[in-house]
């Protein structure tokens, strides 16, 4: 009697409707996986090697923010921290590198200290003689160069029969050495005197010696003249030297003595 149950029963389960997996149909109809199903799988391809970088990233202090939002630190010419090299800033005028010393004041410093020989090409370009040399006592030295830039700034020329200005050779007419107070003193006579002043002689050898001499930067001759014998002999005569030159002192002290072909000249 239960036989035919159980197989009436089997019948029945063979005919239930098998269940399918619900598919929902595409839209597209090309038979290909819903466009949502694409898009579930773009997703989870992408959040895997976010996820590695996740965990792979050091983990951030809490005094230190995210590189990500960091700003830049304000500038400072001190490192904030030992070993950390210090911002650069633009300089302001008052951080700026002062300039050097003017070479003026070099210059002038030298001589003051040493009373020693200024040459020409110690001087500043752009700058007057004049300028030069308003710092430096009488008592300094002058190189050739220095010494004929003042004599060409205050209209005084000069020569030789040699054409040279070599100190060691006797025909030349040679500025080396001279004193500021010698130069100054024949620029003085030109100007107070209104004349053409051409120099002839200077410390090149061949003159004679002594404490006030040529060689020692104390003396120049200068080229007579109508103009300059008469502004000569408006000094003071001081007699007859012992080589019968007649001689004449100016208000400012220099010696005139008139030899036969120049007059000598002596500033102290």
Known sequence: MNRPHRTRTHARVRRAPRLRRHR?????????PHPCH????????????????????????????PAWSRTAPPASAEPSTPGEAPALTALSPANRI???????????NAANARKGRVSG????????????????????????????????????DWQSTGGCSDQ????CTSFENVRLGTVRGVIGFAASSGCEVTVTGGTEHG????????????????????????????????????DGARLYRSPDGALFAREKDHWDITFR
Not at 24 to 32: C, F, K, L, T, V
Not at 128 to 153: H, I, K, N
Not at 212 to 235: M, Q, T, W
């Open 24 to 32: 929902a149909p595409n839209p597209s109809g090309d038979g290909g």
């Open 98 to 108: 002062a300039s050097p010393p003017s070479r003026l004041d070099a210059i002038a």
């Open 168 to 171: 060691a050779v006797r025909s």
């Open 207 to 242: 003159h004679a010696g002594g404490r006030f001499s040529h060689s020692n930067g104390y003396k120049l001759d200068i080229a007579p003249s109508s103009c300059v014998d008469r502004a000569v002999r408006e000094y003071e005569p001081q007699g007859v030297r012992s």
């Open 38 to 65: 694409r898009l579930t799988a773009l997703v989870t391809v992408l959040s895997v090697p976010i996820t590695l970088l996740v965990i792979t990233a050091p983990p951030a202090s809490a005094s230190q923010p």
């Open 121 to 156: 090409a110690q001087r500043l370009r752009g700058i007057s003689p004049r300028d030069v040399v308003r710092r430096l006592p009488d008592s300094a030295r002058l190189g050739q160069g220095l010494a004929e830039s003042l004599l060409r700034a205050n209209g005084i």
